[in-house]
């Protein structure tokens, strides 16, 4: 950090103790923040942000221990603090020791330990947590860069602090108790959250991809046999697929044994928006997960079709193409059996609401 960096942190410091307000970046947006602990600050950010009074803010802390401070924490709530905090989540639980004006009527707060050189700079250098929201107005939409966060808000802003964001996606929020609730997704997926055991509640259906390498035996069969229940969007693509392509003779076949008909399937290859897209993907075999690790990145929401499997967790799909029909029959076999697995298993995990 240079000088003048520290010097403007010194001023954002001096501004907080007076209960005024600053922005600053974090790794997700450039955020507004303000003392906490002083009403005045508080009523100042909802007058600027122009937000109504029962839209609380999330409280930024600088460490573990300090959530701890303000909230009741279970044990599923140290696992996730442990391991995904410092970081893009904001955690929803039940509140302590905060005054009343920041708390919801249902007596929850949400918190979260930013990273970012200049927020946790700042973290450490008061003794009270930060109220915090994105440096925007209300229901509107988010503001590119510092020039034109200042354009909007001016004087009404004591101190400006710039830097590089290296997300621009708010962070996911969470509500736990004995549940896990994603409430908004973000940087971390719903993938991120299956082991901590705890059942997960998603607000919309959960999004499906499978992957294999052609898409024209594996993964399109996965598709439609999933797509059967009703409870999922799915997708299916191949990593190395043409476009446009049928599947084979042999995949159309043993297909039809499990119920399914995807005789006119268009291969599609993989593309960025479906890894955007889905908040699970499931590959047929390890060189398939590896290609998506390589060439897509998201390792945290990228499985295998066997990985939700309480038998031969971890098998491979085989890929039949050019050995016979005995292969394909053998892969339909497996590939039933762990997709009747995965589908138990993300019915008992995740629930819609």
């Known amino acids: 950090m240079n000088l003048l960096d520290?010097?403007?942190?010194?001023?954002?410091?001096?501004?907080?103790?007076?209960?005024?307000?600053?922005?600053?970046?974090?790794?997700?947006?450039?955020?507004?923040?303000?003392?906490?602990?002083?009403?005045n600050a508080y009523n100042s950010l909802n007058k600027i942000k122009n937000r109504e009074e029962n839209k609380k803010y999330t409280l930024f802390v600088k460490n573990r221990e300090s959530i701890e401070q303000y909230a009741?924490?279970?044990?599923i709530t140290e696992k996730i603090v442990r391991k995904m905090m410092p970081g893009p989540l904001t955690i929803v639980l039940k509140a302590k020791n905060?005054?009343?004006?920041?708390?919801?009527?249902?007596?929850t707060i949400g918190l979260r330990i930013p990273a970012g050189e200049k927020i946790e700079n700042i973290l450490n250098r008061?003794?009270?947590?930060?109220?915090?929201?994105?440096?925007?107005?209300?229901?509107?939409?988010?503001?590119?860069?510092?020039?034109?966060?200042?354009?909007?808000?001016?004087?009404?802003?004591?101190?400006?602090?710039?830097?590089?964001?290296?997300?621009?996606?708010?962070s996911t929020v969470v509500r736990?108790?004995?549940?896990?609730?994603?409430?908004?997704?973000?940087?971390?997926?719903?993938?991120?959250?299956?082991?901590f055991g705890a059942n997960i509640i998603v607000k919309k259906r959960l999004k499906i991809l499978f992957v294999c390498q052609a898409n024209i035996v594996r993964s399109p069969i996965a598709e439609y046999y999933v797509?059967?229940?009703?409870?999922?969007?799915?997708?299916?693509s191949g990593i190395r697929a043409a476009k446009g392509m049928f599947p084979t003779k042999e995949a159309i076949e043993v297909a039809k044994t499990v119920g399914v008909d995807i005789t006119h399937h268009p291969s599609r290859p993989l593309t960025k928006e479906d890894i955007l897209w889905a908040d699970m993907i499931f590959a047929t075999d390890n060189m398939v997960r590896a290609d998506i690790y390589d060439t897509m990145g998201f390792k945290s929401k990228v499985f295998l079709v066997s990985d939700f499997s309480r038998k031969m967790k971890g098998e491979l799909i085989p890929d039949p193409y050019k050995f016979g029909i005995d292969a394909y029959?053998?892969?339909?076999?497996l590939l039933k059996y762990h997709l009747d697995e995965l589908i138990k298993a993300l019915s008992s995990k995740i629930e819609t609401v």
């Open 227 to 236: 797509k059967k229940t009703g409870a999922f969007d799915v997708r299916s």
């Open 176 to 195: 736990v108790d004995n549940k896990i609730e994603i409430l908004r997704r973000g940087p971390y997926k719903i993938g991120d959250f299956v082991d």
């Open 329 to 333: 029959y053998k892969m339909i076999k």
């Open 6 to 39: 520290k010097l403007n942190i010194s001023r954002a410091v001096k501004s907080l103790l007076k209960g005024e307000l600053v922005v600053v970046p974090t790794e997700t947006v450039f955020g507004i923040i303000g003392n906490a602990f002083d009403e």
């Open 98 to 107: 905060l005054p009343r004006y920041l708390i919801s009527e249902d007596g």
């Open 72 to 75: 009741f924490v279970n044990e």
């Open 126 to 170: 008061v003794n009270f947590p930060l109220i915090s929201t994105s440096a925007n107005i209300s229901g509107e939409n988010s503001i590119d860069g510092i020039n034109g966060i200042k354009d909007v808000f001016g004087n009404k802003i004591s101190v400006y602090l710039n830097g590089k964001i290296k997300g621009k996606i708010p």
